[in-house]
């Protein structure tokens, strides 16, 4: 195996680090992200070799019954962040800071570390410019940073609604430059969602940091899904998201199906992008 991470038996056997995925950008290799909240899914998802395994505030939704990721708390992520990590020595965790966690710096710095003790290895946060010195505070205290542009779903009330991000000139290049100045401030990785394959596509060839990309397109450097979504669990699901479960035998093989058709470039197929 190129990486030496994955053995068909027993899944991961190395544990994923931020070099092993800027490696995998560098030689074209696409890898798979997976938000999930358990430490059985994350255990599957190690045995099934997801390389990062994001503990999204998306739980809110998922999980516990919100409207809107907004109501998260802190206590929430660092419960289902400890919950994931004892389920998973080997895939990278990343920890998602919950709403109004990281609005001045110092409130980044403190709950950043407490996700961070919780046992993620990298923390996310939602937004562009305003964030850079924040990105670049925490790096420098050892706190590696995903960045989250384009739909930033904590943001929900001021777009107005889930919607595309990114279809004006003006927009795309807001997007663009927020992405170059937060890979000049040190951030590792970034997740793009839902935004057109083409500003996809120019995002990922503008900055050094593997993207991740949610309705993306098929041109960033990783995709994510949420698990609801893979096993189709979710009653309206999005048109970015796929159901692997339905063509599967059992979870495992779903993860193996979204892992493989990930690395293959066969997931997102047209249907599940914006134009
Ligand atoms: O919270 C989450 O699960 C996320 C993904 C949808 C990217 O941010």
């Known amino acids: 195996m190129v990486y ?27 890898f798979a992200t997976v ?9 599957m998802a190690q045995k099934t070799g997801v390389e990062v395994l994001l503990v999204g505030d998306s739980l809110g ?18 419960y289902h962040v400890e919950a994931v990590r004892r389920g998973n020595n080997k895939s990278l965790i990343m920890g998602d800071m919950p709403f109004m966690s990281y609005a001045t710096p110092e409130q980044a710095l403190s709950n950043a570390t407490r996700i961070m003790q919780a046992g993620a290895h990298m923390v996310k946060l939602e937004g562009g410019e305003w964030l850079a010195d924040t990105v670049k505070m925490l790096g420098e205290r050892g706190i590696p940073v995903c960045a989250h542009l384009g739909l930033t779903p904590q943001s929900v009330n001021k777009f107005g609604g889930y919607r595309v991000q990114g279809r004006s000139d003006e927009q ?77 035998k059992d979870i495992p093989d779903a993860l193996n199906k979204y892992n493989a058709d990930v690395k293959s470039g ?10």
Not at 35 to 40: E, G, R
Not at 61 to 78: F, N
Not at 190 to 202: A, D, Q, T
Not at 266 to 275: I, L, M, N
């Open 4 to 30: 030496g991470t994955v053995n068909s038996d027993t899944g991961l056997t190395k544990p994923i680090t931020i070099n092993t995925l800027r490696k995998m950008k560098s030689d074209g290799i696409k």
């Open 35 to 43: 938000a999930l909240y358990d430490a059985p899914m994350a255990q």
């Open 172 to 248: 795309a290049e807001e997007i663009i430059r927020d992405a170059k100045l937060l890979d000049a401030a040190g951030a590792d990785l970034l997740v793009l969602e839902c935004v057109p394959v083409e500003v996809g596509k120019r995002v990922t060839e503008a900055v050094n940091m593997p993207t991740i990309g949610i309705g993306a397109g098929a041109e960033t450097d990783a995709q994510v899904l949420v698990i609801n979504d893979i096993l189709g669990l979710t009653e309206q699901p999005p048109k970015f998201s796929k159901n692997f479960l339905v063509e599967a």
């Open 61 to 78: 939704m998922t999980v516990l019954g919100y409207d809107s990721t907004i109501p998260v708390t802190m206590e929430q992520m660092i």
């Open 266 to 275: 066969a997931f997102p197929a047209e249907e599940h992008t914006f134009g």
